[in-house]
């Protein structure tokens, strides 16, 4: 049974929505990786934190890489 599109990272988007405001305090610019209710590290840019990521839990699940920014950026695709 393939998970629910709308549940996918959820839990780990809570976690980060959580701490937030405490890694801006010291880590603003660096890419966090969580995975469930649980961090592995900041890394200072994308492509560390996410071959962390894949070594740490491998390709074939879920974890979030997010870059602790105050304001996210929007895009507009047309």
Same mark, same amino acid.
């Given at each position: 049974?393939?998970?629910?599109p ?5 839990? !780990?988007?809570? $976690?980060? @929505?959580?701490?937030k405001a405490?890694? /801006? ?7 966090? =990786?969580v995975?469930?209710?649980?961090l592995?590290?900041?890394?200072p840019n994308? !492509?560390a934190? $996410?071959? @962390? ?5 491998? /390709? ?7 870059? =602790?920014?105050e ?8």
């Amino acid at each position: 049974m393939a998970a629910d599109p709308q549940s996918r990272l959820a839990v !780990e988007l809570e $976690y980060y @929505a959580q701490h937030k405001a405490e890694w /801006l305090a010291h880590k603003t610019g660096h890419y966090v =990786v969580v995975k469930d209710n649980g961090l592995l590290g900041f890394y200072p840019n994308f !492509e560390a934190a $996410y071959r @962390a990521g894949a070594a740490t839990y491998g /390709l074939n699940t879920d974890f979030l890489v997010k870059q =602790v920014l105050e304001h996210e950026p929007v895009f507009f695709v047309f």
